[in-house]
């Protein structure tokens, strides 16, 4: 590993390395849309006032393709975590369920805790049980009655309200699927995290520890399968020590407007190794989760490290790295670094959702098929 990613040499070969991807589908400013574009096959949709701007997110993200159609659902489809990352911006937010559909990422662990472990049945008490079974048929109940009025209602809608429509009911049956995994018990080892450890986050270090032991228990415990975790470019890098230029990391980012370059460099190689020690942490930690056949939640989980620009200088979505990390059916060649020339990013998408066991040949408007040299 070069000296920035100099953290996560214990896990060589639990790593994928991949250089050359090209985000076909970015157009107009490359760094603002970014983040939109990055899970997601479809260009962004720009601002009315100012087509060279996204005002959001144009297509499924592969998270949210991945929730919808794996075979086993959860109480909680998937999960976004945001990391000093607030609000449905367009820089903030890596998932959407569509156009214009964002799913804005939770920076609070008390209530990414609510959301995940809220209505948690601990396994062996069969009181907690009882009530749960009485709650998952009341909220039957009423999805049952939601899709009655949606059916009563289809015919005398027009067509873009019929599309609306579908939508809505689409959005029921998942959540329907959502209830119905709740009653599905919750491996004898799993234990809740108690809420009053989960605090608020503190600074950056400490918000993303926490949003990853929270992400790793709700795993554990069979709350959800899919999960991403947003630390936004912008956050106070005054967090992370030693900076030449302290400030945001968007300004470090622009080095030509530097007096001193060199610095600006130095800088931003502390940074990416500042997460590239939260990314070996998090190795770490699904590496020490032990599954029931004795193998580690590492083994089973496929973990993508990515950020929205190539480059500083430029900001180009062109010649881009992703890291992977662990495996999933054995399916990528880990331990090696692969130079791929300018394949599009819509085919790794390909690629992963073959790996989760999906026949997809396409995602999005710029794939190809799977990724070649991955395998």
Known sequence: FQTSFEPLQPWADRTL?????????????????????????????????????????????????????LAAPTPIDSFNFGARSFGTGVQHVLSYDGPRLPLAPEPDPGRAWDVLFGDFTPPGDPAAEAL??????????????ARGQVAAIRAGLNRDNRERLERHEQALFELQGRIDASFVAPPASCVAPDRSDVGRGGDLERALDIQTDLLIESL?????????????????????????????????SHVHQKPNRARADDDNRKVTQFYARFVAR????????????????????????????????????DGMRWLLFGNVNEYFRMGRHVELGGASHSNLHVSIANAFGLDDTSFGSFSTGTLDGVR
């Open 220 to 252: 554990s415990c069979g709350r959800t399968n899919v999960a991403t975790i947003h630390s936004p470019g912008y956050v106070d890098m005054d967090m992370i020590p030693g900076l030449n230029y302290p400030g945001d990391r968007h300004s470090i």
């Open 17 to 69: 390395m991949l250089d050359g991807l090209d985000m076909r589908s970015s157009t107009g400013d490359a760094h603002q849309g970014g983040v939109a574009l990055l899970l997601s096959g479809e260009p962004w949709v720009p601002k009315a006032d100012n087509p060279t701007k996204a005002e959001t997110g144009g297509g499924i993200s592969i998270d949210r393709h991945l929730a919808r159609t």
């Open 132 to 145: 749960a079974a009485a709650r998952r048929g009341a909220r039957r109940r009423i999805v049952d009655f």
């Open 282 to 317: 998090m190795l770490e930690r699904f590496g020490e989760q032990t599954e029931a056949d004795g193998s580690s939640m590492l083994d089973h989980t496929l973990i993508l490290w990515v950020t929205e620009i190539a480059g500083v200088d430029g900001h180009s979505h």
